[in-house]
């Protein structure tokens, strides 16, 4: 921990620039030169315009066994969100519409103070360290499979790869992972509706597509869990409604929005097959037409179990073991760090930010979230601390 509190102000100070000038998946320019010139003055090998805004730093240990050591990555995700900073803070987002407002600038600021601390025990390490920082995780179809395509994961071949997110349902300094199944599995719908739009004093001559929303949204809320066994997550959620303009004019169509989240791929199919059987039956019976559109979102998260245990002994090392929980729960938020760990094996752990004795309780994708920044010493010294006992033990 000293290592990292030695590079505390550095990585706070990085977080606030990013924080002042967020930019939007693939648009992250600034963000991916400034990363670039940081890992280039720690000596690292960078390469840029990886998966279109990604950067990597490669670290080459020069520790008894390198020529025959592993290679073990750290991914950060780098974009921000399209919404307002409404923080009152002196390091609020510069850029209207455009905020970090979900940790990513944290994450980028820990991972660069972790490169910081590994350089200079170059001699101490076994094994290469790649440092991936990610475009557009927050916007679909993400980042990570373009720059997978783009060869992150080899020259040198990826043999395990740790990712981290600030979570603010967990107590400031806490570490969390959930082995096996990390995550849920989604997608986003959109779903048209089509009728036959006409005078409200004349309900014999229409086909409302109102009342065939109003017909899907309740009934798929109630036989769509009643599929599942119990104790499987589902989120099966409506997000959005239009159609109609005043109210003596039934409009001829209705769009509906939202997302379905399960605990697998395969539950997903499951889930969508059963959701347009429901809307086939009321549409038809109405009498009317229907297009479905899906948006697929990312995978599940997979953790190792093996590196979980690494990760959960090192993790101790820093916080003490009492800080370090296993959660029992499907986190049900998505993150395409899966595709990664699709390839290699991974952990995606959380750190806890939430502080009630200063503030700090805003959920992800608030315009108020914000947090401790003592934390980034935590992120940056378990980061280390988890690649230094990998590369030693293998």
Known sequence: MDAAYGVLETMRSIRRDLHRHPELGMQETRTAQMIADRLKELGLEVHAGVGGTGVVGVLRGSGQGTTH??????????DALPMQDQKSVDYASASPGVAHSCGHDAHTAIQLGAA??????????????????????????????????????????????????????????????KLGKASTSSTSFTLTLEGIGGHVGMPHKVVNPLLMAALIMTN??????????????????????????????????????????????????????RFDKLIRAVVETAGGNYTLELQSGYPTIMNDLELGKLWQNGAAKVVGED??????????????????????????????????????????????FNFNEDVLAIGAAVQVQVVVDYLQAT
């Open 69 to 78: 050591g592993k290679t073990v990555a750290l991914r950060a995700d780098i």
């Open 116 to 177: 910081e601390i590994l350089t200079r025990d170059l001699e101490e390490l076994p094994g290469n360290v790649k440092f991936i920082f990610q475009p557009s995780e927050d916007t679909l179809p993400g980042g990570a499979v373009p720059m997978i395509e783009d060869g992150v994961l080899e020259n040198p071949r990826v043999d395990a790869i740790f990712s981290l997110h600030l979570y603010p349902q967990f107590e400031e300094g806490t570490v969390v992972v």
């Open 220 to 273: 798929s809320q109630s036989t769509l869990p009643k599929s599942l066994a119990p104790g499987e997550p589902l989120i099966f959620e409506f997000a959005s409604i239009h159609g109609g303009t005043v109210g003596n004019i039934v409009p001829p169509e209705v769009v509906l929005m939202g997302g379905i989240r399960v605990s697998s791929p395969e539950l997903l199919e499951e889930m969508i097959s």
């Open 323 to 368: 800080k370090v929980v296993e959660y029992d729960r499907i986190m049900t938020g998505g993150d395409d760090a899966a595709y990664f760990q699709q390839r290699v094996p991974g952990i995606y752990w959380w750190l806890g930010i939430r502080n009630e004795e200063k503030g700090f309780v805003q959920p992800l994708h608030s315009p108020y």
